[in-house]
Every structure is written in structure tokens, then in C-alpha cells.
Nanobody, 125 residues
Framework: QVQLVESGGGVVQAGGSLRLSCAAS????????LGWFRQAPGKARDFVAS????????YYGNSVKGRFTISGDNAKNTVYLQMNNLKPEDTAVYYC??????????????????WGQGTQVTVSS
């Protein structure tokens, strides 16, 4: 069992920055890679970024490449999503999720076993 708690969401103007945090806990947390997804009203949940359990590999969705950076602090079991140059279309609820490290490279949304409660990010124009 893995528990995930997101924080750091809020309201920001276009062009601004936010940093989201995802604190992970549980006996088996070290066996999991973590990812970020987002869901805007009326839309499907989309992949944003993911990072391996060792932090040596990361993937990004096309819409956030060059603007968002995912990183991890293994000592704190926390993953961060630094979001720069935010756009109104980045407005969504952002979710942290955990996938077994063995499935990390090819994982899709349905492969993620555990999810946080989400944190709202609103970008005003």
C-alpha cells in the first residue's frame, strides 16, 4: 500500500511558476515510480511527467516539455513538479500517482496503482 499526498497548487498568472509536491509513504514505496497527471473540467486525465524510483529517468508529456521539471528527494520520499511559464491551458486538477518500477518505462494511466487526492492549479490570463 502506498499513500500519496499532493500540495502546492494555487492560482497564478500566465507566465508564472508553481511547484507541486507529492509526499509518498508506505512500506513498499521504494518499489514504485511516481508520476503526475492532470485533468481539466470535461476532459480526460492526461499524463504530465513521471520519474523512476531512483530518479535517473524521467518522461514528459509533449505539452509540458521545456516548461515543467520533475524531480525527487528519496530521503523525503517526495516528488516535485516545477512548473514554469504557465499557460491558461495548464489549468487542471493535478494528481500524483504511483506505478510499480518494473512497469515504469511503458506505463499508461491504467497501470498506476495508487493516486493522491489531487491539487487544483489555476492559471489566469
Amino acid at each position: 500500500q502506498v499513500q500519496l499526498v499532493e500540495s502546492g497548487g494555487g492560482v497564478v498568472q500566465a507566465g508564472g511558476s508553481l511547484r507541486l509536491s507529492c509526499a509518498a509513504s508506505g512500506r513498499t514505496v521504494s518499489n514504485y515510480a511516481l508520476g503526475w497527471f492532470r485533468q481539466a473540467p470535461g476532459k480526460a486525465r492526461d499524463f504530465v511527467a513521471s520519474i523512476s524510483n531512483t530518479g535517473d529517468s524521467a518522461y514528459y508529456g509533449n505539452s509540458v516539455k521545456g516548461r515543467f521539471t520533475i524531480s525527487g528527494d528519496n530521503a523525503k520520499n517526495t516528488v516535485y513538479l516545477q512548473m514554469n511559464n504557465l499557460k491558461p491551458e495548464d489549468t487542471a486538477v493535478y494528481y500524483c500517482a504511483a506505478v510499480p518500477q518494473s512497469e515504469f518505462t511503458w506505463a499508461t494511466l491504467s497501470d498506476y496503482d495508487y493516486w493522491g487526492q489531487g491539487t487544483q492549479v489555476t492559471v489566469s490570463s
